[in-house]
């Protein structure tokens, strides 16, 4: 489980859905952190001392009406940085967090979760693991009972194995892993039928994935769209996670961002290793921070 979490708030009903899926995956002995970023850079002089105070009111007055509301033993922290996705990351980083929860918008009239701006900001290029709750999650059970993972064959996709693994082992769940197969017909290898190269295909992928110890699947179609259906039938769904940032496929027009926007499931991003030819959000850091301790602290 998650040792630090911290949870982005505002007054989206989203962030309570965010909430309830961090107590769930909240280490039992774990810190948990609510957070609320307001637009504002400290270095921009358009911003009076006088809207910064009023900001860092409603702040601390929304976020102690949530952690009233859900009597949660939750440190408090507000922030003003340039944009919200910025303050979260800034937050994690700062405080060392190995999660950072944030929730999706109502769904649309098609049933899809709506990303709003500030959910893809602080999805995009967190320096931790991220996790998205979906519309409504609040309202649901928070027993875990089926873990999935988006495989591939990369080391991400590995990496989320294991770490899929070690969850299902702290909650007593099991695991079960999925491969979509998305070549054209006329390069599936094999003689015979379309069909039955394909069905070769599914289940020398099932062979290879049942070789990591977990519950194999696969399907041959649109990776997002395959996944989506997979993960109906999931607790929670984990991807690795490659490119610029951890989670750069996933809001840079690839297939981790349709999977984002249709999983009926919590979906957890792992983050990458950080290189050390990368800048440290810390170190260039812009947050006009203000900490409030858990009650009795």
């Given at each position: 489980m998650f040792r630090?979490?911290?949870?982005?708030?505002?007054?989206?009903?989203?962030?309570?859905?965010?909430?309830?899926?961090?107590?769930?995956?909240?280490?039992?002995?774990?810190?948990?952190?609510?957070?609320?970023?307001?637009?504002?850079?400290?270095?921009?002089?358009?911003?009076?001392?006088?809207?910064?105070a009023a900001e860092r009111t409603r702040a601390r007055r929304?976020?102690?009406?949530?952690?009233?509301?859900?009597?949660?033993?939750?440190?408090?922290?507000?922030?003003?940085?340039?944009?919200v996705g910025r303050g979260l990351h800034?937050?994690?980083?700062?405080?060392?967090?190995?999660?950072?929860?944030?929730?999706?918008?109502?769904?649309?009239?098609?049933?899809?979760?709506?990303?709003?701006?500030?959910?893809?900001?602080?999805?995009?290029?967190?320096?931790?693991?991220?996790?998205?709750?979906?519309?409504?999650?609040?309202e649901r059970p928070l027993v875990v009972r089926e873990i999935g993972v988006g495989y591939d064959g990369s080391l991400e996709s590995e990496h989320a194995v294991v770490v899929a693994r070690r969850l299902a082992d702290e909650l007593g769940a099991k695991v079960s892993a999925f491969e979509a197969i998305a070549l054209p017909v006329d390069l599936v290898e094999g003689p015979g039928p379309a069909d039955e190269r394909i069905d070769r295909c599914l289940a020398l992928t099932r062979?290879?994935?049942?070789?990591?110890?977990?519950?194999?699947?696969?399907?041959?179609?649109?990776?997002?769209?395959?996944l989506a259906l997979y993960g109906a039938s999931l607790d929670l769904l984990l991807l690795g996670s490659r490119g610029y940032g951890p989670i750069g496929r996933?809001?840079?027009?690839?297939?981790?961002?349709?999977?984002?926007?249709?999983?009926?499931?919590?979906?957890?991003?792992?983050?990458?290793?950080?290189?050390d030819g990368e800048a440290s959000v810390e170190a260039e850091s812009t947050l006009d921070r203000t900490v409030l301790s858990a009650p009795g602290q």
């Open positions: 630090h979490v911290v949870v982005g708030i505002d007054e989206d009903p989203g962030s309570r859905d965010a909430l309830a899926l961090a107590r769930a995956l909240l280490d039992k002995d774990g810190r948990l952190t609510l957070a609320h970023v307001h637009r504002g850079d400290p270095r921009m002089r358009t911003v009076s001392p006088e809207l910064a929304l976020l102690e009406t949530v952690r009233a509301e859900t009597g949660d033993d939750a440190r408090l922290v507000w922030a003003g940085a340039s944009s800034e937050i994690a980083e700062h405080d060392d967090a190995d999660l950072l929860v944030v929730g999706s918008s109502e769904h649309s009239l098609f049933g899809h979760a709506t990303l709003s701006a500030h959910t893809r900001d602080a999805l995009n290029g967190a320096p931790c693991a991220v996790a998205l709750a979906p519309a409504g999650y609040r062979e290879r994935i049942a070789q990591l110890g977990v519950e194999p699947h696969a399907a041959y179609g649109h990776a997002a769209e395959e996933l809001f840079h027009g690839s297939t981790s961002q349709r999977v984002a926007q249709t999983a009926r499931c919590p979906l957890l991003v792992l983050a990458r290793a950080t290189t």
